[in-house]
């Protein structure tokens, strides 16, 4: 990659030579460094503190064995992970990920983002991401229950409510948390926040499970509405995955009076003219971890297709990518632009390729990168560890309401940024700017032996 500035030129190349075989962490460094141009033009300071330097550097990574008997007895391998990134402004704070690609790059560039998200949100939380490349898909509850205590029985000594507190992610809902909150707490012998996305029985936050998808919803409504006096309503939306983002984004979607007409799923997608039937969608996926194929059976006007790319070439107004990282490139950016795409929200981490996210930003298409649009999950998970902390619960209307209010703030904060720093409406600029200037002065008072 190659930038105008010779200070940020230094830093990638000190990052992509201490980081060898580790594509996606430096595509997620290289994106927010290009954002730093006008930043390191006119903030000398924090280049002499060598902010920039310092925070492409995670402050911790934990990598350990995870072993665990399966159902036939057998004894299983996987590597866990914990990047433990940025503590700056909070307890390190991120998802779990269990999924078979999870490996140090793809923790990292989650861990790196993590922290300037978190930031974007207002609460004061510090940046983590953790994993393993375990494969929850076909594995009985049993192994699901044994994986997870062997996961904890290791990571319960690097967290705690005051020093990092995980969630969930891909792979890992209600039960996984479920399970490692009972292993924790069996080895603690302490009833603590200490993992967000909990059951509402033991200490879990109401809205937690729809936050992210509702969240991009409102990122997209304030967006629409801000910059085209527009609304969700009469909208066909397109939207990746099938999972916990993605069905509680088509949910609030079609509230919002759009008409969600295809999801997907990594085997292909559906596409139903007549709008998706959630209920059907949540039957399959939540009810019995089903494939989205089955939408077709149920459906019979459905159509499904085999292969999850080709759900980008679905002519839509608003495109939601809610799966995984790189679902998106260039190609089919240009296929969605040419469809006349309007507006393009990231609900999954980092799923545009550069390319997707250079093409959306020169023809005009409004764009919501991941860090500021799927902030609502982290966001609501702050207020899971206030309520924890206070030892009280909000009603699902208070909560879905900071909810709201922390999504319009996000917005305002990043295009605010955006102007200030020469680029108005680049969103993925403002963002990358916002979330770092609040993470860069909490540095530079705190010294430099970090
Ligand atoms: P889930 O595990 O609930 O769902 C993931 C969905 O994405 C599934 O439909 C899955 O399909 C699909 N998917 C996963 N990997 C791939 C792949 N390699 N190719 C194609 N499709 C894939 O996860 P979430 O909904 O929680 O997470 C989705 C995205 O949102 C991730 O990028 C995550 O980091 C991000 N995110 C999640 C937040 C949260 O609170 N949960 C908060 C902010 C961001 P299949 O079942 O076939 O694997
Ligand atoms: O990517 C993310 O923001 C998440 N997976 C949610 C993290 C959290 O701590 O709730």
């Not at 934990?62 to 391998?77: E, L, M, N, Y």
């Not at 923790?107 to 993590?114: A, M, P, R, T, V």
């Not at 997907?264 to 997608?269: K, L, N, Q, R, V």
Request: hydrophobic content about 40%; proline content about 4%.
């Amino acid at each position: 990659m190659k930038f105008k500035s010779a200070y940020l030129q230094g830093v990638y190349d000190t990052v992509s030579a201490r980081n060898p075989g580790e594509p996606e962490f430096l595509q997620a460094v290289g994106e927010v460094l290009e954002s730093f141009e006008p930043v390191v033009e006119r903030r000398g300071d924090l280049v002499d503190a060598g902010i920039i330097d310092r925070i492409v550097e995670p402050e911790r990574m934990i990598t350990f064995r995870v072993s665990w008997v399966d159902d036939a007895g057998k004894v299983r391998v996987n590597r866990g992970f914990r990047v433990q990134f940025n503590s700056a402004i909070g307890p390190y704070k991120g998802g779990l990920r269990l999924h078979p690609t999870v490996n140090a790059s793809v923790i990292k560039f989650l861990g790196f983002e993590q922290t300037f998200k978190n930031s974007l949100t207002g609460l004061p939380m510090g940046g983590a991401k953790g994993g393993s490349d375990f494969d929850p898909k076909g594995k009985s509850d049993g192994e699901i229950m044994r994986f997870c205590q062997s996961f904890m029985t290791e990571l319960y000594r690097h967290i705690g409510p005051n020093t990092d507190v995980p969630a969930g992610d891909i792979g890992v809902g209600a039960r996984e948390i479920g399970y490692l909150y009972g292993q924790y707490k069996r080895i603690c012998n302490e009833f603590a926040g200490v993992l967000t996305g909990k059951g509402l029985s033991y200490g879990g936050s109401l809205a937690r499970t729809e936050a992210t998808g509702y969240g991009l919803c409102y990122f997209v409504e304030e967006m629409l509405d801000a910059v085209r006096q527009d609304s969700f309503a009469g909208k066909t939306v397109v939207i990746s995955g099938s999972g916990n983002v993605a069905i509680y984004a088509a949910q609030k979607a079609a509230q919002l009076g759009a008409k969600v007409v295809a999801m997907s799923d990594s085997d292909g997608y559906v596409y139903d003219p007549a709008g998706i039937n959630l209920d059907v969608v949540r039957e399959i996926k939540e009810g019995r971890r089903g494939r989205i194929r089955e939408y077709a059976d149920a459906v019979p006007a459905a159509v499904y297709t085999q292969g999850c790319r080709g759900i980008w070439s679905i002519k839509c107004d608003i495109a939601l990518p809610c799966a995984t990282q790189n679902e998106l490139d260039g190609d089919a950016a240009q296929t969605l632009i040419d469809n006349g795409v309007q507006v393009v929200a990231e609900g999954a981490n980092m799923p545009s390729t550069p390319q997707a996210v250079e093409k959306f930003l020169a023809a005009g298409v409004l764009f919501g990168p991941a860090k500021a649009a799927n902030a609502g999950g982290v966001a609501v998970s702050g207020l899971e560890m206030c309520q924890n902390s206070m030892r009280y619960s909000w009603t699902f209307e208070e909560v879905d309401a900071k909810l709201k209010g922390i999504m319009v703030g996000i917005f305002h904060n990043a295009y605010n940024a955006s102007k200030e720093f020469g680029s108005e409406g680049n969103l993925v600029m403002g963002a990358n700017i916002a979330g770092f200037l609040k993470v860069a002065d909490a540095m530079k008072w705190q010294g430099v032996a970090y």
